[in-house]
């Protein structure tokens, strides 16, 4: 014997289903998401600055262990991310 069958109510899915947004709307909100996307890739780019000036500024005071070229590139590149990182800090400041 197969199982009885019920009725069951129809919820009016159209009436209680959120507004669909507009264009422009939908516009809006994609530029917001993408804004701070940007600024996450920002802050993520900082960091990876930051990660490598330690890393240079680390061989530049490794002493004879490196040679004295490597130790002085690493010595300009620390220069180098300092100056970056407050360039990137000051663009954002302004946004």
Do not use: F, W
């Amino acid at each position: 014997m197969s199982p009885s069958l019920s009725v069951v109510a129809d919820n009016d899915l159209k009436t209680s289903a959120p507004k669909t947004e507009t264009v422009a709307q939908r516009v809006r909100r994609l530029q917001q998401e993408a804004k701070t996307l940007a600024k996450d890739h920002i802050r993520a780019l900082n960091q990876a600055i930051v990660d490598v000036e330690q890393l240079a500024a680390e061989i530049a005071e490794g002493g004879d262990a490196y040679p004295p070229g490597v130790r002085d590139l690493a010595r300009r590149l620390v220069e180098d991310c300092e100056a970056k990182v407050q360039t990137l800090e000051a663009i954002v400041a302004r946004t």
